[in-house]
């Protein structure tokens, strides 16, 4: 029996060490297979380098393929720094979190009471504030990003946050807390609140108090660069197409885009996430606040029953590759990023490129990720008969808001959509990307044929108008006879512009554009707005929203056409025979006025990149 005994006993042990040896090397396998991928995929997009990391049952791994600089041709490795771009959101999203912990802030508060100097020019603000919370969720009403703040070299890293924005661009365009409209100004200002309430930078409190804890000693909110004086080593250098690289640049807006990290920390950072909001026993963040990230809180979109698709707390819900996580995205200068955890599964990814690519499929990199981790796909909800008439939702929709309102025109006349219906499902049709099947699953609420889950809702506004919002960007029903007196606009004032060039040319060559000529001055400011475009196309892209050459050239340009033609109709109604081609000059004149009279009432004339 003894001897029996002691068989057993070896027997078991063996196995079970014969086991773990079988799963230790099957996810060892999968990791390799994993790396291969994403070298293969690396090669074949063109980008330089990757790094990357996963958690899976509270266990990191990580992984490195590439170039941390191309021009010395440096491996890449896990030990290598990146930028994240956006992803900063969550991680101050979550310093504000442990903020509302500690009672020194709360989410309900008015902006204005934290920050009574802002100047926010709220039209709701007698009942309804921009409070804390909206700046998180970017459904504060604040418009996006400029030019002059995105594109420029310009930027100090110590520049004071309240120096980084102008008064204009605190107009509040819709009910503060009804509908998403990603800004990155809106960080901006959320950073000024925990300044104001610790009193101090917002990047050294953090540092302190929310990497310290969290143990991601690599990473800081702190300007760091491959060159000059805030160089570190490690960073890997960010690329452009062709292996062109770029070193990091200070922004105005840092909040929202400033944080420099490793794989392994943003591993630590989503081991957090999806925990019990505990370090060390003691309550860093609470539970509930941490289950709230990503779960839209009353806006429009989900008092219309789309509750679990949307942006909250500085996270993303999103349903993708056939699952649902908690994501943010972010990309700056030379660099992609994107992080995911799937709380309830206990499984996280993130993933750097130093290379910002246009043609680049990043996406597929995400699929690998959630196929290696094994991520439980959801089974997607079976459509319904429509309960609502198909037919009263069809026509033409316009974004409202538009995220960025200097180019408030342009989206009105090239990011419109249009929905049709066959009876049974919807197709919504945007300008400048691919059309969606929507698929009724009840109520109100329609599942695009890719999705698992709801993603678009059908909603009434407070005014009557006829909405359909995805939970990030909102359409508004509008008329095809509001839409077609701009696009007429547009489509002859380019055609006058063509003509008076054209046809100036011609006169020009043949010796008939006389100083005394009603074309002279008309031709002159035309062919003045091409003058800029050689200086822009010798100027670094990162110059255009500075006060240049170029962009003064084109402000002046923008400037002076309409005077110019209107001096032209008055030569010919005064000073000329009213003959067949003074007739079409007067009237591409005409045509050219109005477009540019209608571009300056949009705020687009004069072109002032640097505003």
Not at 216 to 233: E, I, L, R
Not at 513 to 541: E, G, H, I, K, N
Not at 581 to 602: E, P
Request: hydrophobic share 45%.
């Amino acid at each position: 029996m003894k001897h029996l005994v002691k068989f057993l006993v070896i027997a078991v042990t063996a196995l079970f060490f014969v086991s773990h040896v079988t799963l230790a090397n099957e996810k060892f396998g999968s990791e390799i297979e994993l790396s291969n991928q994403i070298e293969h995929s690396l090669h074949n997009e063109s980008l330089i380098g990757v790094v990357w990391s996963t958690v899976s049952a509270n266990k990191i791994a990580q992984g490195a393929k590439g170039y941390a600089d191309f021009t010395n041709l440096k491996p890449m490795t896990t030990a290598n720094k990146v930028q994240t771009g956006s992803i900063v959101k969550t991680l101050i999203a979550t310093g504000v979190l442990h903020l509302v912990t500690d009672n020194k802030l709360s989410l309900d508060t008015p902006v204005t009471e934290i920050l009574p100097d802002i100047g926010l020019q709220n039209p709701w603000a007698l009942n309804t504030p921009v409070r804390v919370r909206h700046l998180l969720d970017h459904t504060s009403g604040l418009e996006d990003i400029r030019l002059w703040q995105l594109l420029t070299t310009q930027a100090k890293p110590d520049t004071a946050l309240k120096e980084t924005f102008t008064e204009s661009q605190l107009r509040i365009r819709n009910r503060p807390g009804s509908r998403l409209s990603y800004s990155n100004l809106g960080y901006a200002i959320l950073a000024m609140v925990i300044e104001a309430v610790v009193k101090e930078r917002y990047e050294s409190y953090l540092d302190k108090h929310l990497l310290e804890p969290l143990g991601m000693h690599m990473s800081t909110f702190n300007f760091v660069s491959q060159v000059g004086q805030f160089s570190d080593p490690a960073l890997a250098m960010g690329h452009f197409e062709n292996g062109v690289s770029q070193a990091t640049l200070p922004m105005f807006l840092r909040p929202a885009g400033q944080f420099t990290t490793t794989a392994y920390d943003m591993a630590l950072f989503a081991q957090f996430l999806m925990g019990d909001g505990k370090i060390n026993d003691r309550i860093f963040i609470e539970p509930t606040l941490l289950t709230s990230m990503g779960k839209p809180f009353k806006t429009e979109a989900a008092l219309n029953n789309l509750t679990d698709i949307g942006y909250a707390l500085g996270v993303t819900t999103r349903d993708r590759h056939n699952v649902v996580g908690k994501c943010h995205s972010g990309s700056t200068l030379g660099y992609r990023t994107n992080f995911c955890f799937f709380p309830e599964q206990k499984k996280a990814f993130f993933i750097a490129f130093n290379a910002d690519v246009e043609t680049a499929n990043y996406k597929q990199f995400d699929s690998m990720l959630i196929s290696n981790l094994g991520v439980n796909k959801a089974d997607a909800i079976a459509p319904s008969k429509a309960q609502v008439a198909l037919d009263d939702w069809q026509g033409f929709y316009t974004l409202s808001p538009n995220r960025m309102k200097r180019f408030a025109y342009f989206d009105r006349l090239l990011h419109f959509a249009t929905v049709s219906s066959n009876g049974e499902t919807l197709t919504l049709s945007p300008f400048q990307s691919q059309q969606k099947t929507l698929l009724a699953i009840g109520g109100n609420l329609f599942r695009e044929e890719t999705k698992r889950f709801p993603s678009h809702t059908l909603y009434i506004s407070e005014n009557g108008q006829h909405m359909i919002s995805d939970g990030f960007r909102t359409y508004e029903q509008t008329s095809l006879w509001k839409l077609l007196p701009m696009w007429l606009s547009l489509a002859i004032g380019v055609i006058a512009i063509l003509w008076i060039l054209v046809y100036g040319a011609i006169c020009l060559v043949k010796g008939q554009l006389r100083l005394s000529s009603a074309l002279l001055l008309p031709f002159t400011a035309t062919l003045f707005l091409f003058v800029p475009l050689p200086l822009f196309l010798t100027q670094s892209f990162l110059n255009i929203g500075e006060f240049t050459l170029a962009s003064a050239l084109l402000a002046l340009a923008t400037t002076i056409l309409p005077f110019a033609m209107t001096y032209g109709l008055w030569r010919i109604f005064t000073h000329e025979k009213l003959s067949k081609m003074n007739l079409l000059n007067s009237l591409a004149m005409v045509a050219a006025l109005q477009w540019s009279l209608i571009l300056a009432l949009w705020g687009v004339f004069p072109l002032l990149l640097w505003s």
